[in-house]
């Protein structure tokens, strides 16, 4: 057994922590996160962690490489001052969308990064909706890869419909899509989509029934929100009566915030708190966020006292 439990937490989504905090009833660890004036980024832990169980809640989201850059240089910190366990939470895991070579000369660089940070220190690794389940096999510690469908199931459940389909927006996320479904009794569906370009899509066409019911896209994150307002536009094209989008990660980089305001199909967004969305959460009444700092915060507690985690997803 470990001494103490301790949370720390760089820059990224503060928030989180502290609402992962108040799930488990203790104090979030304070730390020094600040730069240099040549931009170096300085870490200080600031509280005695030897032979603590610490966990480091840091998405690695916008501005990404710093991030990337605080979450290492904070493990590295725990490893020197003597830390018995670090675990490395990492609600969103950037760079995961590269996770093979596309071309002949191209890095794996979600690879690379997992590499990084088991070098800085990282004995274990929490994170939500990786965008390709094998990307687990990467790290070179143990991976405990969440889901946010309990927390979306949750919302979707209170719905007055009763003639809902969970559509997956690519051929990818069928998977996914397809334990939305098996959750809610509700049919599946597909859009078809074509790529031209990266992070420019083409819905063409819809494999399964909408005609006449409301229709939930489920996808792993949001990011220029492209594929969503094609989906949704087809969907509509289709029959769909409403359509609703559901992502673990709202990236929305880019056009996406006006993309999701001019897309008349799309009636709600439901995202989590992985990433923070701060004044976009008021350029668009449309998204609603779900928090999964409870998710998070009985993981850490299963983790920590040795329990199961798999027991939350039964």
């Not at 992962?20 to 600031?46: A, K, M, V, W, Y």
């Not at 990084?116 to 991976?143: E, K, M, N, S, Y």
């Not at 389909?165 to 069928?174: E, F, L, Q, R």
């Amino acid at each position: 057994m470990f001494s103490d439990l301790k949370i720390v937490t760089g820059s990224a989504n503060p928030e989180l922590a502290k609402a992962i905090c108040n799930h488990l009833g203790c104090q979030l660890t304070p730390s020094l996160t600040t730069t240099f004036s040549d931009g170096e980024i300085r870490i200080e832990i600031g509280d005695n962690v030897r032979g603590d169980d610490v966990f480091v809640v840091q998405p690695t989201c916008a501005p990404v490489n710093s991030n990337v850059m605080q979450l290492c240089l904070m493990l590295d910190a725990l490893k020197r001052a003597s830390a018995a366990r670090i675990t490395a939470v990492i609600p969103y895991y950037g760079y995961a969308r590269q996770d093979r070579k596309v071309s002949p000369r191209a890095p794996i660089s979600a690879k690379m990064v997992a590499d990084f940070l088991h070098v800085a220190g990282a004995q274990r690794v929490v994170t939500i909706d990786l965008h390709a389940g094998q990307i687990q096999g990467f790290f070179d510690c143990p991976v405990d890869n969440l889901y946010a469908a309990p927390v979306m199931l949750e919302y979707l459940r209170r719905l007055p419909h009763d003639d809902i389909v969970i559509v997956s927006p690519d051929a990818g996320g069928v998977e996914r899509a397809r334990a939305y479904a098996k959750r809610m009794e509700a049919g599946l569906a597909i859009v078809d989509k074509r790529r031209d370009r990266p992070n420019q899509a083409q819905a063409m066409h819809v494999i399964g029934d909408v005609q006449g019911k409301v229709a939930i896209m489920v996808d792993d994150m949001i990011d220029t929100a492209g594929t969503l307002c094609a989906g949704a536009e087809v969907l509509v094209k289709y029959g769909a009566k409403e359509v609703i989008a559901c992502a673990a990660h709202g990236v929305l980089s880019g056009p996406a915030i006006d993309r999701l305001n001019n897309a008349a199909a799309l009636t709600k967004v439901l995202v989590t708190d992985t990433i923070p969305l701060g004044e976009k959460l008021e350029r668009c009444p449309k998204l609603q966020v779900m928090s999964v700092a409870s998710l998070l915060g009985k993981t850490i507690h299963n983790i920590h006292t040795g329990s199961s985690v798999s027991v939350l997803f039964v």
